[in-house]
Every structure is written in C-alpha cells, then in structure tokens.
C-alpha cells in the first residue's frame, strides 16, 4: 500500500477543559475518498479542526506528505495544501458570489481554473453578482466548495456537505466528490448519513466519544449494516 498522504497518530483535543479528542488515530492513502462516521458529539468536527491547527490545544501527531503539522499555525498548514470546508460553509455576506469565490490565496500550483469550476457549478456562474447569503443552501455549499478547489489544495476536508440540502443537490455533491477523486483529489468528509457517504467513499472510519473504533471498507458496507446502525443510532 502507498504510504499514507495523511496520518493522524494519538491526537487529542481541547476545547477549554473540555477534552474532546482522546487519541484519534487514522489513515488517509493518496487518492482516496475516507469519511468519519458518528453521531452528534463524537468528535468528527473537532478532529477536522484539529487537523487544521484551529484548536488552542491539542497534542498528538499529524502527518501530511511526510511534514509534521502539529506545532503549526492554521495559516501555514494550508499552505502545505490542506484545504477544509467546515459544515456552516462562511460565506461572506458583504461580498457577491464571484468575490467570495475569488477570495481565498492560491496556495499550490494545481488548483481547478474557473471555467473548470463554472462547468461543475454552472449556478455559481449565473449567480456571479448576486450577494453571497442570498444563494440557496445548495448554491452556498456549491460555493463553499468551489472556493477552495481553486486554491490548489490536494487534501480536502468537507464537513457534512450534504447537511440539510435537498436530494437533487445531495446527488450533485455526490457526483462532485465522486469527480474530484477521479483528477486525484483526496478526500476526507465528515459525514452522519452513511448511506450517502457509500455512494462516494472507499473506506469510512466510525468515531465514538473522541476515537476511531472502526474501519469498515466501502465494499463491507452492506455487510456491515445493521452494526452502522448501531453505531449511528439509526
């Protein structure tokens, strides 16, 4: 196997004195689509933070290509080209949807060219002068996405993408993903809804009370199914 482009190692977190993360250890290998699963209150957001150096505290070991991220600020872990969408998407109400679209820096060379990203969300194209906020919520999550596909990061963490949207945009997010992994994007989601995220992942760890407690291949998924429910609380 590849050696892993990402590799988190006993990481814990805190907010405040509240210890949320109590050694999350996981792999994410070159070119994968790798989702945490779990209910509300697991850990999934606060790993996803964590990784991105956006908690006061945190020990632990996070890997990305080799590099040690964990003494990092936020700012310069993404310039190793780390890239995070988080669940309430920061779309900025003062600016219109091509200006929050433009907004972030390049960070790498690699990132999709705007016509690219016009031809995956040609909503985003129509809407171009309309105020950020005044996009649906399919249309904000498109933007949010997009966003950061220009920057040039190769690692993409997606915080419940498909929270609350309707099936047709939880489909075009699906394929969205499913294209990204296709041009060698890597992929980690933090996702509730298992049975969208066996559309589009290779493999899903479960997290429960600040650790990973299983790997289930996508292919096992069936097989595994009454056990996600249990796990889930569906």
Not at 4 to 30: C, K, Q
Not at 157 to 178: C, H, K, Y
């Amino acid at each position: 196997m590849a050696e892993a482009l990402l590799a988190i190692r006993d990481l814990h977190a805190w907010y405040g004195e509240s210890h949320i993360l109590h050694g999350m250890t996981f792999d994410v290998n070159p070119g994968e689509v790798v989702t945490l699963l779990g209910r509300n209150g697991a850990g999934k957001t606060t790993t996803m933070r964590a990784i991105m150096g956006m908690m006061a505290k945190r020990k632990g070991s996070v890997r990305y290509e080799g590099h040690e991220l964990i003494r990092l600020k936020s700012n310069r872990i993404a310039r190793y080209g780390l890239a995070y969408c988080p669940e309430e998407r920061g779309i900025f109400a003062s600016l219109n949807v091509r200006e929050n679209l433009m907004l972030p820096p390049k960070v790498k060379d690699g990132g999709l060219p705007l016509e690219q990203i016009y031809r995956l969300f040609p909503n985003l194209m129509e809407r171009g002068a309309s105020q950020g906020t005044k996009l649906s919520g399919g249309e904000q999550q498109m933007l949010a996405i997009a966003r950061i596909l220009r920057t040039g990061a190769k690692l993409l963490l997606l915080d419940e993408p498909t929270e609350g949207l309707a099936p047709v945009i939880v489909q075009q997010i699906g394929s969205t993903i499913r294209m990204l992994r296709e041009q060698g994007f890597t992929v980690l989601l933090v996702e509730q809804n298992f049975r969208f995220a066996a559309t589009v992942a290779d493999r899903h760890y479960v997290v429960e009370h600040g650790q990973v407690i299983d790997m289930i291949p996508n292919a096992a998924i069936e097989a595994n199914r009454e056990k996600l429910k249990a796990y889930l609380g569906v």
